[in-house]
């Protein structure tokens, strides 16, 4: 086996052992000099009644045998086509949260992976390479101090090139994570309510659970050869970055008061210091 093979085994170990972290809620602590603390700054959960709303579609007719597949969100509990779906968003900031807590949002998410298949590792499953893109936009008007954003804003969206799916063989539950602590990893994030800085370090992970159908690849007793069979699966999800994103804002009624009043006193010292220079002159 050559050295890039080796090499290209040993990042996905990497990248396992840190979507299984992000899946846990935790941070991957490599033997390395100590980092900034990643910010969790927004998340979201499933409404009541939903049982599934993410799809994962083996690229074959049969849905096992294909070597690459898709994944995407459901209109309905048991669709099996692309679709958006409603789910409850919150920004945990403080200053944002105040405004956007648990409120509707429409989550379309579409990635897809071709000619990959599934990997193992000490009886998980990894399906790596996906890329694809998610938006949350709010189904009604949000005003966040004086700044009106109308329905169909962006929450938050993303463009990423290296996700993958992790959970246990024969399992019912598993993650779909990407991080861009790798320069070869890219996730880009846009908000109408926040402002990422270019060189943050990002991940987000998705909760996936009550996974119809079993996490699976064939062959179901080695090594896949194959891209992970089709489920459906609910999801929740929560998205981080380091340094923590800017909020866009704009001050409350009361702030521009003070600060009106501000003015008006460097204004007015301005004039006295004017006039007493005119009566020293």
Request: a neutral charge.
């Amino acid at each position: 086996m050559t050295a890039n093979f080796f090499e290209m085994e040993i990042n996905m170990i990497k990248k396992t052992l840190t979507a299984a972290a992000l899946a846990a809620g935790t941070m991957f602590v490599a033997a390395t000099p100590a980092q900034a603390v990643i910010t969790t700054f927004a998340q979201y959960q499933a409404l009541p009644g939903q049982t599934a709303n993410i799809y994962w579609k083996n690229n074959a007719a049969d849905n096992s045998t294909g070597t690459g597949g898709s994944i995407y969100t459901t209109a309905t509990n048991s669709s099996t086509v692309a679709g958006s779906r409603l789910v409850s968003f919150s920004f945990l900031q403080p200053s944002l949260a105040a405004f956007v807590t648990n409120v509707n949002a429409s989550f379309t998410l579409n990635a897809s992976v071709a000619a990959t298949p599934a990997l193992l590792a000490g009886g998980f499953l990894i399906q790596p390479g996906i890329a694809g893109s998610f938006s949350f936009l709010t189904t009604a008007p949000i005003t966040v101090g004086n700044t009106f954003y109308a329905t169909g804003s962006n929450l938050l969206s993303a463009t990423f090139s290296q996700g993958a799916i992790v959970g246990q063989r024969n399992g019912t539950s598993g993650s779909f994570s990407a991080t861009s602590e790798d320069p070869a990893d890219t996730i880009v994030y846009t908000s109408d309510f926040l402002t990422f800085d270019p060189t943050s370090s990002l991940d987000f992970s998705l909760s996936l659970t009550s996974i119809t159908g079993v996490l699976q690849a064939v062959p179901t007793n080695t090594t896949p050869t194959r891209a992970l069979r089709s489920f459906r699966a609910l999801s929740t999800g929560s998205f981080s970055s380091d340094p923590a994103p800017i909020v866009t804002a704009i001050p409350e009624p009361a702030v521009w008061g003070l600060m009106i009043v501000g003015f008006g006193m460097v204004g007015l010292q301005t004039r006295r210091r004017a006039r007493n220079a005119t009566v020293a002159a």
